[in-house]
């Protein structure tokens, strides 16, 4: 059992607190099935490094997890870390606890962590040159998504204020589960910039769905990119009414 990093500094009043997701993407990416699939992916350990980037990174929990066990989940220990968040609050909280994973006395052979960025999704990375990235999304169905006008308001903290408010701090949270309609208004935004960011030839992605996403649609949708692209369910939760209640796909290039 590989150890969970420390979020104790982080305030939860405004940045997601690792749950039941978090936690399935943990297992999924150091079970047996994924540990393997992923050093046979990149390793040996030729250059250039794997670049992972997870979007939405929160508290840092997986990121700093997948960093700080680099060479038991790859097989090799240079692996560069890099996250995105919208949310400037958890940007801070999930640096900090990437810093202190990687750089723990008792973590043997960590990867690198390179820095986690304040944006939108994957909006600043360059064409091509992620590797594996993750992703947790906003994935409650939801009548409308977080209004966006009033976000670099609520994105810091307001001159001469000690602590956010109820307002700033409700709106930070719904960024982190308000998905919109099927909860798929978020991860349809990523999933079409996937071709993209993702390396030609050995890019690979996770993405965490649950039931109410209707995860084979989007298997469907994503198979419909053509024969370069594969997917599969790699992990999932519990059963309710006979549904999983989450489900994490891997989606990956099997060719150019």
């Known amino acids: 059992m590989l150890p969970t990093p420390s979020t104790s500094h982080v305030s939860f009043d405004n940045v997601y607190e690792p749950a039941e997701d978090s936690f399935l993407l943990l297992d999924t990416l150091s079970s047996p099935a994924e540990t393997a699939f992923l050093h046979s992916r990149f390793h040996p350990p030729e250059p250039p490094s ?8 929160g508290s840092g929990v997986v990121l700093a997890f997948v960093a700080a066990n680099a060479s038991t989940i790859f097989g090799r220990s240079d692996v560069v870390a890099l996250g995105t968040d919208i949310n400037g609050f958890a940007c801070r909280a999930s640096t900090t606890t990437l810093q202190t994973a990687v750089t723990d006395p008792g973590t043997s052979k960590p990867g690198h962590f ?13 064409s091509g040159s992620v590797d594996v990235l993750i992703f947790n999304p906003p994935y409650v169905p939801t009548p409308d998504l977080p209004d966006l006008v009033a976000h670099e308001n609520y994105n810091t903290l307001s001159p001469g204020a000690k602590s956010t408010s109820f307002e700033q701090d409700s709106h930070l949270l719904a960024l982190s589960y308000a998905g919109g309609a099927d909860g798929m208004e978020i991860t349809n935004k990523l999933l079409a910039q996937l071709p993209d960011i993702l390396h030609p030839e050995r890019g690979v992605a996770f993405i965490l769905l649950c039931a109410q996403n209707k995860p084979n649609e989007v298997k469907e949708h994503i198979m419909s990119w053509g024969k370069s692209w594969a997917v599969e369910t790699v992990g999932s939760s519990g059963k309710k009414a006979g549904w999983e209640k989450l489900q994490i796909l891997r989606i990956w290039r099997i060719g150019p």
């Open 114 to 126: 390179l820095d986690v960025v304040n944006a939108d999704l994957a909006s600043p990375i360059r």
């Open 50 to 57: 794997p670049l992972v980037l997870e979007v939405g990174t």
